[in-house]
């Protein structure tokens, strides 16, 4: 099992920066992959960026440039830096990981970018 908790979401105008963190625990050894998804409203759940074990970090396209996944090992943790951020960003970011028993889900992050 593994857990996932997220925080830093919040309130930004179109053009500002917001900071997601993710905390991981549980059977860290067994994750391949840790990312970032978000979900805006009547919309499916996409992928944003994420990184795994072994290889280069993937972002869609659409952020490419502008967010910025990184992680920290020592503290199990998972960082999004969301930067020049537009209002089609307004979503519910989650954090996920895929490892033994996976995918497994944070319970999300509300993100809201104003015009």
């Known amino acids: 099992q593994i857990q996932l908790v997220e925080s830093g979401g919040g309130l930004v105008q179109a053009g500002g920066s917001l900071r997601l963190s993710c905390a991981a625990s549980?059977?860290?050894?067994?994750?391949?992959?840790i990312g970032w998804y978000r979900q805006a409203p009547g919309r499916q759940r996409d992928s944003v960026a994420t990184?795994?074990?072994?290889?280069?970090?993937n972002y869609q396209h659409s952020v490419t440039g502008r967010f910025t996944i990184s992680r920290d090992n020592a503290n199990n943790t998972v960082y999004l830096q969301m930067n020049s951020m537009k209002p089609g960003a307004t979503a519910v970011y989650y954090c996920?990981?895929?490892?033994?028993?996976?995918?497994?889900w944070g319970q999300g992050t509300q993100d809201t970018v104003s015009s």
């Open positions: 996920a990981a895929w490892g033994l028993g996976g995918p497994y």
């Open positions: 549980g059977s860290i050894f067994s994750i391949n992959a």
């Open positions: 990184i795994p074990r072994s290889g280069s970090t």
